[in-house]
């Protein structure tokens, strides 16, 4: 089982994501904007980050980059 950060500013795309991921036992934490997404990614550890890269600054790179 995986702790999982989805990052997606269309929210039925990272609902969807989301749900697939916990439908395979994983903790799935959930961020419709880049900025919610690094303090999230600042305040706990995931092992995996799956993240859309054309988003209002913060992207997707820059997430990625904090992770």
Known sequence: ???ILVVD???KMAMLVA???EDAAHTVTVHNSGDLAIKA???G?????ISDLR???PDGL???KQA
């Open 55 to 57: 988003m209002s600054p």
């Open 19 to 21: 749900s697939t991921l």
């Open 41 to 43: 990614l600042n305040g």
């Open 9 to 11: 500013d269309e929210a």
């Open 62 to 64: 820059e997430i990625l």
């Open 1 to 3: 089982m995986a702790k």
């Open 45 to 49: 550890s995931y092992d995996l980050v």
